[in-house]
């Protein structure tokens, strides 16, 4: 495995695919899925040309953004995230991914005001509703955004989506595509808090049909790091 190859073949796939969608490379965000990498892995994809790493684990987020602290990385949290771990990351991350009630957002919004910031978060939404996933359905997300309103400490820059795995990624193009729409419309109802402006979806499966509909960060672990050692897609 050549990580740095693997990084170089993923950032052309990308900018073929954003071309074809009528975007420019630069604008889609490549996440690199670290999640059980040891350090020399991650920061060999970050001296290959990746800046953004995405964690799945608190406690591996915050140990190897220590470890990599020389490095200039953006960091994002983009598993699911239990209300007492939210004090570990919350003035390390650039962006967390995956906010899919309340009492998260408002343990988000203590903590982050105790730092004198604002967090920028993305709502995880559930498409597929796929009981074994995280996330907002369909039916709740416009009252959802609106109940963010009552957050000072809190900025929601878009959405974030795990789509059902498919051994044919054309089968859940219908998942991206009702995204996007869900996105743009959301755009559209100017909430006071809420900047739409990002939209994750797309992983090592499925990344390039997901920016053909919309997507601007995509989140990419096996194709750039290889199969982890335990049974879960990424």
Same mark, same amino acid.
């Given at each position: ?25 630069? *604008? ?9 990498? *040891? ?31 020389? +490095? ?8 699911? +995230? ?8 919350? *003035? ?11 009492? +998260? ?19 995880? +939404? ?37 789509? /059902? !795995?498919?051994?044919? /990624? ?5 998942? =991206? ?29 499925? =990344? ?21 050692? !335990?049974?879960?897609?990424?």
């Amino acid at each position: 495995m050549n990580i740095k190859e693997n990084v170089e073949l993923i950032l052309k796939r990308t900018a073929d695919a954003a071309r074809r969608s009528g975007k420019e490379p630069e *604008d889609i965000t490549v996440i690199a899925v670290s999640k059980t990498v *040891d350090f020399i892995s991650a920061r060999e994809a970050v001296e290959s040309g990746i800046s953004n790493l995405g964690e799945n684990r608190v406690q591996e987020f915050v140990n190897k953004y220590e470890q990599l602290s020389d +490095l200039n990385i953006k960091w994002h949290m983009i598993g699911h +995230l239990q209300k007492n771990k939210v004090k570990y990351i919350i *003035d390390k991350a650039e962006l967390i991914h995956s906010v899919e009630n309340l009492e +998260l957002a408002k343990e988000i919004n203590k903590r982050a005001a105790q730092y004198n910031l604002v967090a920028h978060v993305l709502i995880e +939404l559930n498409i597929g509703e796929e009981d074994s996933k995280f996330g907002i359905n369909e039916e709740n997300v416009y009252d959802f955004v609106k109940s963010m309103e009552q957050f000072d400490n809190i900025k929601v820059l878009g959405f974030m989506t795990v789509a /059902p !795995y498919s051994e044919n /990624p054309e089968n859940i193009r219908w998942v =991206f595509r009702k995204m996007k729409e869900i996105f743009d419309k959301t755009a559209l109802m100017n909430f006071k808090n809420a900047d739409m402006k990002y939209l994750s979806m797309g992983m090592t499966n499925d =990344f390039e049909i997901a920016i053909e509909e919309g997507s601007n960060i995509v989140r990419i672990g096996t194709a750039i790091f290889g199969a982890r050692k !335990y049974k879960e897609e990424e």
